[in-house]
């Protein structure tokens, strides 16, 4: 596997916890569209280290514990413009890409619910994952220490 650098582009869901390790903050390449065989879908690191301020649907390193306390690895979706919103976690493990997006996941299939197929994903039950606890792996731009929470 070839380390990340600035000019790495990839599709999101083939971002790995050592992209994440070398830049914690990733972005969409929405301007980079026009390029062969890229989408919307297609990323690339920032060189910050700190959550910028007026951003959009950036992708940031998160640590996860289940409520079973298993550590996992992963990021988060944050916008820092108007109010900030920390959501869409997706976790990084087994080699896998493994979304925990609800009303995405109900929409296309209905069972399954979204943490049921998640918990499945990993070995365990819902009581075993949720809560999933997150701290980021940087500060918000203007923050004295890196966010925490909960998804449930």
């Known amino acids: 596997m070839t380390a990340p650098t600035l000019d790495t582009r990839k599709p999101i869901d083939q971002l790995t916890p050592e992209d994440f390790g070398a830049f ?3 972005e969409f390449a929405l301007d980079e569209e026009s390029n062969p065989d890229q989408d919307e879908t297609w990323v690339r690191p920032i060189d910050t280290s700190a959550v910028p301020a007026d951003a959009y649907s950036l992708l940031v390193a998160a640590d996860f514990t289940t409520s079973s306390g ?3 690895q992963g990021f988060v979706g944050v916008t820092t413009a108007g109010a900030l919103q920390i959501d869409q976690p997706i976790l ?3 080699g896998s890409y493994l979304p925990y ?3 995405a996941v109900a ?3 209905p069972q399954p619910t979204a943490g049921e197929w998640l918990a499945a994903q990993l070995g365990l039950s819902v009581a075993e994952l949720f809560p999933l606890r997150y701290t980021l ?3 918000i731009d203007g923050e004295a220490a890196p966010r ?3 998804f449930d």
């Open 24 to 26: 914690p903050v990733w």
């Open 70 to 72: 298993q550590p996992l």
């Open 92 to 94: 990084l493990a087994n």
């Open 101 to 103: 997006l609800p009303s």
């Open 107 to 109: 929409f296309l299939q």
């Open 137 to 139: 792996r940087v500060v």
């Open 148 to 150: 925490s929470g909960t």
